[in-house]
């Protein structure tokens, strides 16, 4: 079936350094989400990419969907210890349906 | 109004009874979902409602009973638990199903514990 591959799946880093966490699909995709998840909490929505290439900022946060709409990563620089939590990405498939697929999700630590 | 609300946030409940969760949202979504959420894993669907019709059910055991009363409600009635049954339940809208669907807004869930 459909898959969503997400690495890393664990991530420590000392405050102040940088983070990537990358998606990649065994299928080309309509678009991918990213959410974040707080220990305890929900997910929340990040962002959409929808165009292949696309790349999108928000702060220092940094996302992009490769040429083929079969990858995706996600760049927090410098991080805070409010980016603590699970990062996932969710690619959509095509189609009338076109459900969700989330990878297995990347928890990041920020160390003071 | 962006928010998706679930009732009630914690149960615990006995292999022989009945409840029920309920999710709401006032956004004008037209599709609903619902999620289980392990520890340490991604949210898995379970069941899609678009325009208060069932569309997805992802092979989902009788035991779990989804109902869709209006565009604004979504309930999941649950009877005959077993204990691994045990996760947190999110409930989720969007605008629309499918390709265009947009962005997923998430309710706070619902922490399932079956004894």
């Known amino acids: 079936g459909q898959q969503v591959m997400q690495i890393p799946q664990y991530q420590h880093v000392q405050e102040g350094e940088d983070f990537t966490t990358y998606c990649n699909s065994s299928?080309?995709?309509?678009?991918i989400q990213w959410y974040k998840q707080r220990p305890g909490g929900h997910p929340v929505f990040l962002i959409q990419?929808?165009?292949?290439?696309e790349v999108k900022k928000q702060k220092r946060l940094t996302f992009q969907f490769g040429e083929a709409k079969k990858n995706s990563s996600l760049h927090i620089t410098a991080t805070q210890t409010t980016d603590v939590g699970t990062y996932f990405c969710?690619?959509?498939?095509?189609?009338?349906?076109?459900?969700?697929?989330f990878g297995k999700g990347t928890k990041l630590s920020v160390k003071p | 109004d962006t928010e998706v609300t679930q009732t009630p946030k914690h149960l615990v409940m006995g292999m022989t009874n009945k409840k029920s969760l309920k999710c709401e949202q006032h956004?004008?979504?037209?599709?609903m979902y619902w999620y289980k959420q392990k520890a340490k894993k991604p949210p898995e669907l379970m069941f899609v409602?678009?325009?208060?019709?069932?569309?997805i059910n992802e092979s989902v055991p009788s035991r779990f009973s989804p109902e869709c009363p209006n565009s604004s409600l979504l309930n999941l009635h649950l009877h005959a638990l077993q204990p691994e049954d045990s996760a947190l339940y999110l409930c989720?809208?969007?605008?629309?199903?499918?390709?265009?669907?947009?962005?997923?807004?998430f309710g706070p869930g619902t922490r399932l514990t079956v004894t």
């Open positions: 969710a690619g959509r498939v095509g189609g009338s349906q076109g459900n969700l697929i």
């Open positions: 989720a809208s969007s605008p629309r199903q499918g390709e265009m669907a947009g962005e997923q807004y």
């Open positions: 990419l929808v165009k292949s290439g």
């Open positions: 409602y678009s325009y208060e019709k069932l569309s």
């Open positions: 956004m004008g979504h037209r599709a």
């Open positions: 299928t080309t995709l309509s678009n």
